[in-house]
């Protein structure tokens, strides 16, 4: 592909932590400083304040893997709903546009605390989803309604004569969205997709009012018992930590490998 | 001479208003989860009241100082003690070993223990050991939590309110609850929406008892909080109070 079909068009949405670029060494260098720190901090807690630390660490790893099963859960889902909401708002039929357009006001009006507490609680009275689903179903339709408008302005970067030179050699409109814009408008939104991946990361923390079992509810309950707040909230506030900056990172190397490929 | 007198007057009335400003009831604030019915919770007038309020008023005129209570969440309430946003808690809290390894308890004013509630279709369950593999829920950091944990195999579901996790109870995503009793009844026999879904099942199965909590080495405050409490209930008005919360 050549350098002016494709501008790479930079789109800043969501408050994700930066991610870091090869060329861009200042925030390079902060990032290895803040990851490596943040695990060697977490070393020296748990090895050498056993006393204190250890117990913490033991405690909160099955919370870990809700929180990843709860982010990787609604990134996928939003992802979906994001790519549909999306596609409706570029759509030229007035009642799909509207629909799409609709959800994506809606949503971006109600904070996700308000959202969580809803799907949860509210609609819990006519439809029984387990826990951990309404956690992803709600975060997943607030992320979903941010994605639609990555993926709509994704597809508007693409130059209008893409679409024309797919429909003039005999392609369908569908088919030219699947086969020509769709897979130039995935390399565009890979970034703020990953930006939105660690703000989902970082908001999954708010499942834990739902009694959902994360990292978060699994230092409260610690906390609660043992008062040792200053104690598990660093630990907790460790590993978040270490987990948003290994993901800006992976998300940094997938950038990269898909630059290559221009 | 007349200027004199107005002066001497006027001094007095000063020395008078100094000294009352001085004698004036000393106020402590105190913190309350004001979400555990029917022992502290907020009316729909926005005001805290409940079995606690009314009692640690009483304590308070006693003792001869005003209290000004602060709606505080459970989860956190012991930390705002420590970083001395208040003086005391008074939010049914059972006073524990391990509580009193880090903070100061006035004398037990009441005692309650902690029982399960169950949904009316379930038939069978007597004790949190008979819901073995299922989901029982409770408040962070109660020592109704405590108890669901202390039983293997059943899976342990913490909630910031008490009201969440029975709301959770209606919408069938846990199998019981474990609360005080009085909370308990407030829930299952009392509120209108509860009264045909649940039921408590079998007695109380601990024993506690309910202390106001200080700081550690607040010795002043306990002393004069059990001053209060003991004339309180040589007065016997802890039972007017418990008639007119505890049904």
């Known amino acids: ?262 | 001479m007349k200027a004199f007198r107005t002066l001497t007057s006027l001094v007095v009335v000063f020395a008078a208003m100094t000294l009352t400003a001085f004698a004036a009831p000393k106020s402590i604030k105190v913190a309350t989860d004001a979400t555990w019915p029917p022992m502290e919770m907020v009316d729909a007038n926005k005001q805290i009241v409940g079995y606690d309020i009314d009692f640690l008023n009483a304590v308070a005129k006693e003792a001869g100082v005003t209290v000004e209570f602060k709606n505080t969440a459970w989860d956190g309430i012991f930390a705002g003690l420590d970083s001395g946003q208040y003086d005391a808690i008074i939010s049914s809290v059972t006073i524990t070993d391990e509580r009193k390894a880090k903070y100061d308890f006035t004398d037990a004013y009441t005692s309650i223990g902690q029982i399960l509630v169950v949904p009316k279709t379930d038939k069978t369950s007597k004790t949190i050991a008979d819901l073995k593999g299922k989901k029982i829920g409770s408040q962070i950091g109660t020592t109704g939590a405590m108890e669901v944990k202390k039983v293997a195999g059943v899976e342990s579901k913490t909630y910031d309110e008490i009201g969440l996790a029975f709301e959770d109870m209606a919408a069938g995503r846990i199998s019981g609850v474990v609360c005080d009793e009085p909370v308990a009844a407030h829930f299952a026999l009392q509120k209108k929406e509860y009264k045909e879904k649940f039921k408590i099942v079998g007695k109380a199965f601990t024993k506690e008892g309910y202390g106001i909590v200080v700081k550690k080495g607040n010795k002043e405050l306990v002393d004069l909080l059990n001053k209060g409490i003991k004339s309180v209930k040589a007065k016997k008005l802890d039972a007017k109070i418990h008639t007119k919360w505890v049904k």
């Open chain 1, 1 to 262: 592909m050549s350098e002016h079909t494709s501008p790479h068009t930079p789109i800043a949405v969501g408050d994700g932590a930066a991610i870091p670029h090869k060329n861009d060494a200042g925030l390079f260098t902060a990032w290895r400083i803040a990851f490596f720190g943040a695990i060697v901090l977490c070393l020296f807690l748990a090895f050498g304040r056993p006393d204190q630390y250890m117990a913490i660490f033991m405690f909160v790893p099955d919370g870990i893997l809700v929180t990843f099963k709860v982010t990787i859960g609604a990134i996928l889902l939003a992802i979906v709903f994001g790519l549909i909401a999306g596609l409706g708002r570029l759509s030229t039929n007035r009642f799909i546009n509207g629909a799409a357009s609709l959800y994506v006001e809606i949503i971006r009006g109600i904070p996700l605390l308000v959202q969580l507490f809803y799907i949860y609680y509210a609609l819990g009275r006519f439809v029984k989803i387990p826990d951990i689903f309404s956690a992803i179903i709600a975060m997943a339709f607030c992320y979903g309604a941010y994605m639609a408008e990555i993926f709509r302005a994704g597809i508007q970067s693409i130059p209008k004569g893409q679409m024309e030179a797919a429909l003039s050699l005999g392609m369908s409109r569908s088919q030219a969205m699947r086969q020509v814009i769709l897979p130039q408008a995935f390399k565009v939104v890979l970034p703020p997709i990953g930006n939105e991946f660690i703000a989902l990361l970082k908001d999954s923390s708010l499942v834990s009012i739902l009694a959902v079992s994360d990292l978060l509810r699994r230092g409260r309950e610690y906390a609660s018992e043992t008062f040792n707040y200053f104690e598990t909230y660093t630990v907790i506030a460790l590993i978040y930590l270490i987990m948003t900056l290994f993901f800006s990172k992976l998300i940094s190397i997938m950038e990269e490998r898909l630059n290559e490929g221009r």
